[in-house]
């Protein structure tokens, strides 16, 4: 069982974060000890874990709500789910490519101004 601020250090994420998380429902509520302290179990990291990874990714927060709420109605949303990572997989996707033609134009201009550089 960790507390939350040793979940915040082991993700890297606010302890603001982690509450308004759990608040939302992108993870799932957390266990709390006599004192009131959040105690997080391994369970609980692995949302974590998942969620940080997924919003680093650019998914948006009301997807995951979405992808949250459908787990925790059991197996008969599993083509559901599959369906909703299947989609934000083809957006990233686009994103990636977007991203990647912005760098390829990114390289052409440094290699101008380098080449000007160059030259004078």
Known sequence: ????????????????????????????????????????????????????????AGLPVEVLIEYVALFQQGDETL????ELLIEQRRLLNSRIEDMQSTMERLDYKIERYQEAVVDK
């Open 1 to 56: 069982m960790l507390t939350i601020a040793e979940v915040s250090d082991k993700f890297e994420l606010s302890q603001d974060t982690l509450r308004y998380y759990e608040r939302i429902g992108l993870i799932p509520r957390v266990n709390r000890k006599k004192s009131g302290f959040r105690s997080y179990t391994e369970e609980d990291c692995r949302w974590v874990e998942f969620i940080k990874c997924m919003r680093n």
């Open 79 to 82: 083509e559901a789910r599959k």
